[in-house]
C-alpha cells in the first residue's frame, strides 16, 4: 500500500472516510438532494465538472467562461468554436447523467447501466461539436453513439485497443460486468476504477472515449447515492497514471483518484448546501482560503474549536462554532495590540 505524503490521508484512510461521509449524507441529511429540487448545487457541479473533463482532454475554456456559455449561453472570449461545442456537449450529457440521481430515469436496482445508455451518453457528449468538425476519418456508419470500425492505434503505454470488429461483443461483456454486485468487499471506488479502465482500453467510439468514459463512471456513481466524481485538470498526469496501473493489473491508484474526486464534491458543493447552520459536518466542509483543514484540526485538538471527533476518526464541527472560533480569534488579537 502506498504510504501518505506528509500531512495528507492514506489511501485506505480516504476509503474509510468515504464510506463515512456518504453514510453520514444518508442518515443525517437524506441522500444526495434531487437535481429539480437543488438546481444550484447541481448547477454548480456541473460548470466545474464541464470544465475539468473536457481540459483534461485539451480544451482550453477556462472556468468563467464555462459558466458563462453555460448560463447565460454565451461564449465569451477568443476561442476556436470547436472548444465551446466540446462544453456545450459535454454539459448536455452531464446533465442527463445528473437526472439519474436518486432513483430517476425507469433504471432498477440490478441493472446499473444498459448498452443504449452507454451509445446515449455518447450521442449527446459528441454531436454538437461532431456537426462542425467530425473525426476526419469517420465513416457515415460512425456518427456520435455509433461503435467505431477502425482500429486504434497501440496508447503510450503499449497498451493496444481491440480489434473494432470484436468491440459490440466486449461492451456487451463490459455492461454485463457493471451490472454484477462485486463479490468482494473491496471499496466501491476501487470497483468502479476497474469498469472506468476496462470501458477505457476498449476504446468503443472513434472519438471521445475519455469524456464518455468519465460521464459512464458518475453515471454509475449517482445512480448509487455518490456524487459525480470531477477529476481536475492539474490531476491529468496521476490520472492518466492511475489509468495506466488500472491497464496492469493495479486499479487502487485510480480508485484513489475516483475517492478523493467524489470526496471534493460532496465537501465543495453538496454538503455546504445541506448543512445548516448548526449541524456537524466535516471539518473539510468549513475549509477556506486562509483557513485550511490542518488549521481548524489543530485548532480542534487544542479545544479553541470547538468539535465533536467521531468513532470514525473524522472530526466534525459548526458553522456556527466556526463563527465562534473566528470570533474568538479576532478577540485574541485585538488584545495582543493593545
Not at 450529457?93 to 441493472?111: E, H, I, K, N
Not at 473494432?164 to 461483443?169: E, G, L, R
Not at 455518490?226 to 493489473?249: C, F, I, M, T
Not at 487502487?252 to 448543512?275: M, T
Amino acid at each position: 500500500m502506498a504510504e501518505a505524503r506528509r500531512g495528507r490521508p492514506s489511501r485506505a484512510a480516504i476509503h474509510v472516510r468515504l464510506a463515512a461521509e456518504i453514510r453520514e449524507l444518508h442518515e443525517r441529511f437524506g441522500g444526495l438532494p434531487k437535481p429539480d429540487e437543488a438546481v444550484g448545487i447541481w448547477r454548480d457541479i456541473w460548470h466545474f465538472e464541464a470544465h475539468h473533463s473536457t481540459a483534461i482532454e485539451g480544451n482550453t475554456l477556462v472556468l468563467r467562461e464555462v459558466e458563462v456559455l453555460l448560463s447565460e449561453g454565451r461564449a465569451v472570449g477568443n476561442k476556436e468554436l470547436k472548444e465551446y461545442l466540446e462544453v456545450q456537449g459535454y454539459a448536455a450529457a452531464s446533465q442527463w447523467v445528473y437526472g439519474q440521481a436518486q432513483g430517476a430515469g425507469g433504471w432498477t436496482a440490478d441493472q446499473l447501466l444498459t448498452l443504449t445508455e452507454v451509445r446515449q451518453v455518447h450521442k449527446r457528449a459528441m454531436t454538437p461539436v461532431w456537426e462542425i468538425a467530425p473525426h476526419p476519418q469517420a465513416l457515415d456508419t460512425e456518427k456520435p453513439g455509433s461503435f467505431r470500425q477502425h482500429d486504434i492505434q497501440p496508447f503510450g503505454g503499449g497498451m493496444r485497443p481491440p480489434p473494432f470488429t470484436d468491440v459490440p461483443a466486449q461492451m456487451a461483456d463490459w455492461i454485463s460486468s457493471a451490472n454484477e454486485s462485486p463479490g468482494d468487499k473491496r471499496p466501491i471506488a476501487v470497483v468502479l476504477a476497474e469498469q472506468h479502465a476496462a470501458f477505457e482500453r476498449i476504446h468503443p467510439f472513434l472519438d471521445g472515449n475519455g469524456r464518455v468514459g468519465r460521464l459512464l463512471l458518475n453515471l454509475m456513481l449517482v445512480r448509487q447515492g455518490y456524487p459525480p466524481a470531477s477529476v481536475q485538470k492539474r490531476e491529468r498526469v496521476s490520472y492518466l497514471r492511475a489509468l495506466a496501473r488500472a491497464d496492469h493489473g493495479d486499479p487502487e491508484p485510480l480508485g484513489e483518484v475516483i475517492a478523493r474526486s467524489v470526496l471534493d464534491n460532496l465537501n465543495r458543493f453538496i454538503l455546504p448546501a445541506v448543512a445548516g447552520p448548526a449541524k456537524l459536518v466535516p471539518l473539510e466542509v468549513l475549509a477556506a482560503p486562509g483557513r485550511t483543514v490542518l488549521a481548524l484540526r489543530a485548532a480542534a485538538e487544542r479545544g479553541r474549536l470547538r468539535a465533536a471527533r467521531g468513532t470514525d476518526g473524522i472530526w466534525r464541527s459548526s458553522r456556527v462554532w466556526l463563527d465562534e472560533y473566528v470570533r474568538s480569534l479576532h478577540q485574541r488579537r485585538r488584545a495582543s495590540r493593545s
